[in-house]
């Protein structure tokens, strides 16, 4: 197998991705810390026995922010100060 040096490509650093280093935050294991930087969206999963509340999230990530959708309920048991004016969700399919 050969190697060609002209399928490189120029790799431009995207200045808008770079983090301010006052900005990090790590454990003291020196990982990176992730945390929700606030809640975006509800919405709720109909299965077919059941409904579950979701709510999207906009993360701060050592890349950039990222959006994923998670359980409401574990969200709030984790970070209930990102929910402030609703009570605890509970489970009223039965």
């Not at 060609?4 to 003291?28: F, G, N, T, W, Y």
Request: net charge neutral.
């Amino acid at each position: 197998s050969m190697f060609h040096v002209s399928k490189l490509k120029k790799c431009m650093a995207d200045e808008p991705l770079a983090i301010p280093l006052d900005e990090i935050q790590v454990d003291d294991k020196l990982n990176f810390i992730e945390e929700p930087v606030e809640i975006i969206n509800r919405e709720v999963k109909r299965l077919k026995q059941s409904r579950i509340p979701i709510v999207k999230v906009c993360w701060n990530s050592r890349r950039g922010p990222e959006f994923t959708w998670e359980r409401e309920d574990q969200m709030q048991k984790k970070y209930p100060h990102h929910f402030p004016n609703s009570a605890p969700v509970t489970d009223t399919t039965s």
